[in-house]
């Protein structure tokens, strides 16, 4: 197994004078499969979150981010719950009901984000797991964040996947991931194609509701 990760992580394809291990671009690759899966709402969405994480663990761990790579093991947790949630929502016609967050659930997400930011960033410097403790906490959080609402059906996920892309692309730049940068500002303009998609679904879900309930 041992021989295996070292493979994954030592070989690979080089782009435009850049590295690429196999185990970074087949992550990221399974990564990018996941927003698009996503928009569409299918529950193969996860199944292929769980590849992309056993793969990026190793490359953040080897990259000196322990933020990133901890995210992983916390993505793998959530995308077993993700995966539970969307088969017991999922609607033969509309897909997984989705619907957009209330005030309450809106002031949760931008507490839990704050302070669990700060708290994790202080954890990575007293441990000294990362050599940016804030933008690595950032995205670790703002990752746990936006699967937990993914899997409860909220569109505002796509929006947390957007405040953690803004941190990501010069992170990854900054680490020398520059492919996983790349793959970040794909993930960017699927995330906004996404959160319109959501948006509108939920929408007609909504009137579809109220019809039935009237």
Not at 27 to 42: K, S, T
Not at 51 to 76: D, E, M
Not at 197 to 207: E, I, N, P
Request: aromatic share 14%.
């Amino acid at each position: 197994m041992q021989a295996v990760a070292e493979w994954l992580l030592g070989s690979g394809i080089t782009v435009l004078g850049q590295k690429i291990s196999w185990a970074e671009l087949v992550g990221q690759l399974c990564a990018l499969a996941v927003v698009f899966l996503a928009q569409r709402r299918w529950v193969a969405t996860w199944p292929v979150q769980v590849s992309a994480t056993v793969l990026l663990f190793a490359v953040y761990a080897s990259a000196h981010l322990g933020g990133l790579a901890v995210r992983q093991v916390v993505i793998l947790l959530i995308s077993v719950y993700g995966w539970w949630a969307w088969n017991r929502r999922s609607d033969p016609v509309y897909g997984v009901a989705i619907r957009k967050a209330t005030g309450i659930e809106r002031l949760v997400l931008v507490a839990v984000l704050a302070l669990g930011t700060s708290a994790f960033a202080l954890l990575l410097s007293a441990l000294d797991a990362s050599w940016a403790p804030w933008p690595d906490a950032w995205i670790f959080i703002g990752t746990g964040v936006a699967f937990w609402a993914q899997g409860r059906g909220l569109v505002e996920f796509w929006l947390v996947w957007l405040a953690v892309d803004a941190v990501g692309v010069p992170l990854q730049i900054a680490s020398g991931l520059h492919f996983s940068a790349a793959i970040y500002l794909v993930f960017a303009a699927l995330v906004i194609h996404g959160w319109w998609s959501w948006t509108r679904t939920a929408r007609t879900q909504r009137d579809r509701a109220a019809v039935t309930s009237g």
